[in-house]
């Protein structure tokens, strides 16, 4: 698992590495590389985080990325949620009622959705649609010059365009995960009850019986950890945007490959870190 | 106001600028008076965009000292360099505008994060600033949606929002018919002479250059090469300069 995530860490930092003459280089490039890219992350992350928390604040563009990072994703994340919840519900009452444990589906549908289902599901969906928008945007603002020249009228790309977005992320994933976990649940009933009718009434207090506040808040909140993790990648990769248009494509795809790679990994570390405080 | 013995506005000595193996800047001597507009002239690829983003701080030196109003740059914090930018306009060669705002949001940007206009008195302002250079139609349209020279005068508008002290011009008459370019010269002259600003303006138009500066300096190989008025410099005997002058 390790060396594999390395090796895929790797390979998608390594975009701009210049072909190496043998293999042993070209291993060793690839991790000069990835700490390069680690380090230069770092120093963004920092810059960024500054900005966003010196005065005077952005509000009027933090609530246009509010709206075009946040409301704008909800569609999707809402098919994205109620799919999951639709899948969900055929699969496991399929294998339910084999065992004939079928009265478990409403619980087993809760606690997939909000517990794991409904957070990466969202993560992911957002990654996909969130970077590749960032990463191209900032991109092109990049090599056309325009955050030079935002640079050049005394007004801080990375607090206008970086530390706005990034803010931004976090604040809405949450609330995107609740989108999510509301529509799995809700068309996990639907295709319950067109399989067998039950009423929501029983489906909603047979599922949330033993879910407890620690089931749902800490893997609701990680999200944010997720929207640290788009924003910050599609910017990052964005702003080091070169090489004309060709290079907008390259960082655009590495913005959603880097931003959804991360966001895998996060939830493994996180998950082994909220069963280790909450259980 | 003016120290007496104050310094030049901005002040370079011993610029080197290098990209990769390739040097740039070798060792570049500028100076522009209060005042003073200074045209630089030079060969495609001689770095002299280069040249201007260093003086306002986008890219930074190998080596070198760059001055403005008296404060080194190249060592100044973020903070301080943009309060110096706040009275620097600057014009890109290729206008760089924000391609997701229109004509009229482009140039009330830096009016809105730099002063405290009205929204009425800040149109007004807007208004006229586009009108100086011709630009007080099209306010609605997306900077995809007018010409390359259009796209040039509104970087013009942009740029002198805030009323700089300073400007630094990459080629404002470029792309333009004669007339226009013309017109945009006679910007740069009433400039000059209704706030005394100082100017650098990179040039290929050596006709509007003899207009509106009041020295030329002709940049080769890194460094600068000639420097004087357009009188001086017509007479030199230099290869180089003669053939540059030439069609002047
Ligand atoms: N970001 C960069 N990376 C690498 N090389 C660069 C970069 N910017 C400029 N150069 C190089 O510096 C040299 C000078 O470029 P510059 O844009 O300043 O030329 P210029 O004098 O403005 O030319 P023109 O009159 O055509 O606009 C060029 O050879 C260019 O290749
Ligand atoms: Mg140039």
């Known amino acids: ?279 | 106001m003016e120290h007496p013995t104050a310094e030049a506005p901005v002040t370079v000595k011993d610029l080197r600028k290098t990209f990769g193996g390739q040097t740039v800047l070798n060792g570049v001597d500028l100076e522009a008076a209060q005042g003073e507009t200074v045209a630089v002239l030079g060969r495609s690829g001689t770095g002299k965009s280069v040249l201007l983003k260093l003086l306002v701080g986008l890219q930074s030196p190998d080596s070198g000292s760059i001055r403005i109003r008296g404060q080194e740059i190249t060592k100044l914090e973020e903070n301080r360099l943009n309060e110096l930018r706040k009275k620097m306009g600057f014009l890109f060669q290729q206008a760089a505008l924000y391609d997701s705002l229109t004509v009229e949001q482009n140039v009330e940007f830096p009016l809105m994060r730099h002063t405290r206009m009205a929204p009425g008195e800040r149109r007004q302002r807007v208004r006229e600033l586009l009108a100086d250079v011709g630009m007080e139609k099209d306010l609605e349209k997306l900077p995809s949606q007018i010409s390359g020279g259009m796209q040039k005068r509104v970087g013009l508008a942009r740029a002198l929002a805030l009323e700089p002290d300073i400007v630094l011009f990459d080629e404002p008459t470029a792309g333009l018919d004669p007339i226009t370019a013309g017109e945009i010269g006679k910007v740069i002259v009433q400039l000059k002479q209704k706030r005394k600003i100082t100017a650098v303006v990179v040039t290929h138009d050596v006709r509007g250059a003899r207009k509106f500066a009041d020295r030329l300096v002709l940049l080769r190989d890194g460094r600068i090469v000639t420097e004087g008025t357009f009188e001086n410099l017509q007479k030199s005997r230099d290869d180089f300069v003669v053939q540059f002058l030439r069609d002047g």
């Open chain 1, 1 to 279: 698992m390790l060396y594999f995530t390395f090796f895929l860490v790797a390979a998608a930092v390594a975009g701009t590495v210049p072909r190496a003459r043998s293999h042993g280089a070209a291993v060793w490039e690839l991790i000069v590389a990835m700490f390069e890219w680690f380090g230069d992350f770092a120093k963004f992350v920092t810059r960024v985080a500054r900005a966003a928390l010196t005065p005077p604040y952005e509000w009027r563009e933090l609530l246009r990325q509010l709206d075009a990072i946040g409301a704008k994703s909800a569609p999707l994340v809402a098919l994205a949620g109620a799919a999951t919840g639709v899948v969900l519900s055929l699969q496991t009452r399929d294998s339910l009622a084999r065992f004939g444990a079928k009265s478990m589906l409403p619980a087993i549908i809760v606690f997939s959705m909000i517990r794991e289902t409904g957070p990466i599901i969202t993560g992911l969906v957002v990654s996909g649609r969130v970077s590749a928008g960032i990463g191209a945007e900032l991109g092109s603002m990049k090599v056309t010059e325009q955050i030079d020249a935002m640079e050049a009228s005394a007004v801080d790309p990375y607090k206008f365009l970086a530390a706005t977005r990034v803010v931004a992320c976090i604040l809405v994933l949450p609330l995107l995960t609740l989108i999510a976990d509301f529509c799995g649940i809700l068309m996990g009933w639907i295709a319950n009850t067109l399989a067998q009718p039950v009423s929501p009434r029983f489906f909603l207090d047979n599922g949330f019986k033993d879910v407890v506040f620690s089931d749902f808040l800490p893997p609701t909140f990680k999200t944010a950890v997720f929207g640290f993790i788009i924003g910050g990648v599609a910017c990052f990769q964005g702003m080091r945007t070169s090489g004309g248009t060709e290079g907008v494509g390259r960082s655009t795809t590495s913005a959603v490959v880097l931003s959804s790679l991360f966001v895998i990994l996060a939830d493994v570390l996180l998950v082994r870190l909220i069963l280790f405080f909450y259980s």
